[in-house]
């Protein structure tokens, strides 16, 4: 009988440690609460009407259907037994002989309820659509208002975090505002719209070096957001978000994109070492006293050259690929050195023909870096219709400034 492999979560690490280990005599079980692999760094382009939602999401059946020994359940997964080797779901115990552990991670909202309550935030795929709702509905809003404050307020929109998703998320929409809802909305002055961008640090982009931080911040003020560096938000209203200095900004709509923290899964493991939320791994990705379970991606804490690994998606790609790679040897008897990430870099598209990118030790900025963004998101785009339905409205868009997807389909927004 060939061993049983179990994965659990199908997000990048997931998929990564799946389709090292197909093919290989290894009975595969993919376990997901969601019947599709979410393509997240483009989920902001579904919420700014970019983007159509099916097209950065592929149905894991249709992946694995031609991958021999591989199944896949939908289910949520409840608990793991790891004395019994058993997987805990909604719909019965699964046993294992090896574990791969990557169920991502959710927002971390810092304890701060009320702006839990009322902020979006972008994690799944019915996100993006809520929050296209939001935008949209807030501009049907303000063209009847007839107060000039509350109209204000309702083309007020507040960002919160100055990491790629939110610097993305932020050029985004204030393009989406300057060349399409400007001219959807002819009757209606949008120099009253504001998109505002909120970063507790004194710098965007705090990851990367200075000189692509500033050009970020400057090419984001070029194109009318407001950036408020060193400003942390603490409270907020339906109609209102209060910053630490004081600040009240009159918004109806709020987008927490400061912060993530592991699965609830990683807590309900009984007797691991965590740090931070995170399950502390060996160097070898396994769990302490039982070798044969893997944690990969968000839920994973592991130090290397005396900083924690990010919680980004290349991390959890290189490390699903090495916790696929791990059991294969141990299946041959062979042994594979410790984990090392290895950096190839990183990127943020800020907007049209401009974007920021380090990668082998240089730095890009500008068309080229926005034109190495576009490849390389297609390129890890998994669904060959997917890569030509993206290419097709990023050209759409590139050349006549038009978004397509300017879809109200919930009339009611959901806050």
């Known amino acids: 009988m060939n061993r049983k492999v179990v994965i659990i979560g199908m997000g990048f690490g997931g998929i990564r440690a799946a389709r090292t280990l197909v093919a290989n005599d290894l009975d595969l079980l993919l376990v997901d609460r969601n019947n599709y692999h979410l393509f997240q760094p483009l989920l902001y382009q579904?919420?700014?009407?970019?983007?159509?939602?099916?097209?950065?999401?592929?149905s894991i059946r249709a992946m694995v259907r031609h991958w021999p020994g591989t199944r896949f359940q939908l289910s949520e997964v409840t608990g793991i037994d790891l004395d019994r080797r058993l997987v805990l779901t909604e719909r019965g115990e699964v046993s294992y002989d090896y574990l791969v552990l990557g169920a991502g991670s959710v927002t971390n909202f810092f304890g701060m309820e009320s702006v839990e309550r009322y902020a979006f935030d972008l994690k799944q795929l019915s996100d993006g659509e809520a929050l296209r709702n939001?935008?949209?509905?807030?501009?049907e809003e303000a063209v009847a208002e007839q107060d000039p404050q509350r109209r204000r307020a309702l083309m007020t929109f507040v960002i919160v975090g100055g990491g790629p998703t939110g610097v993305e998320f932020a050029g985004a929409l204030i393009e989406l505002v300057n060349?399409?809802?400007?001219?959807?909305?002819?009757e209606m002055s949008l120099k009253d719209a504001r998109v505002v961008l909120v970063e507790a640090a004194d710098k965007i982009l705090g990851a990367m070096p200075e000189?692509?931080?500033r050009y970020a911040l400057e090419k984001?003020?070029?194109?009318?957001?407001?950036?408020?560096?060193?400003?942390?938000?603490?409270?907020?209203?339906?109609?209102?978000?209060?910053?630490?200095?004081?600040?009240?900004?009159?918004s109806h709509t709020l987008v927490w994109s400061a912060g993530v923290k592991a699965a609830p899964l990683a807590c309900a493991l009984e007797g691991v070492p965590r740090s931070g939320g995170r399950i502390a791994v060996m160097p070898e990705l396994?769990?302490?006293?039982?070798?044969?379970?893997?944690?990969?991606?968000?839920?994973?804490?592991?130090?290397?050259?005396?900083a924690p690994l990010p919680m980004v998606a290349p991390v959890a790609m290189q490390m699903g690929s090495y916790a696929g790679r791990s059991?294969?040897?141990?299946?041959?008897?062979?042994?594979?050195?410790?984990?090392?990430?290895r950096d190839k870099g990183s990127m943020a598209t800020i907007g049209r023909s401009a974007a920021v990118a380090t990668a082998f030790g240089q730095n890009f900025k500008g068309y080229l870096a926005w034109l190495v963004w576009l490849l390389l998101h297609l390129y890890y785009l998994i669904g060959f219709r997917n890569r030509i339905v993206v290419t097709l409205n990023w050209a759409w868009y590139y050349w006549f400034h038009e978004r397509q997807v300017r879809l109200i389909t919930k009339v009611k927004a959901p806050h």
Do not use: C, N
């Open 179 to 186: 060349f399409v809802l400007a001219k959807d909305y002819p």
């Open 327 to 341: 059991i294969l040897a141990r299946e041959k008897a062979l042994e594979i050195p410790p984990f090392r990430y």
């Open 220 to 250: 984001l003020r070029d194109m009318s957001v407001e950036v408020r560096l060193d400003s942390r938000v603490v409270r907020a209203e339906p109609e209102r978000v209060f910053l630490a200095d004081g600040t009240v900004i009159p």
């Open 134 to 139: 939001q935008i949209l509905l807030s501009f």
């Open 286 to 306: 396994t769990i302490p006293g039982h070798p044969e379970v893997y944690v990969v991606g968000d839920m994973a804490f592991l130090e290397q050259d005396g």
């Open 46 to 58: 579904v919420a700014t009407a970019a983007l159509e939602q099916e097209s950065i999401a592929h």
């Open 211 to 213: 000189q692509l931080s």
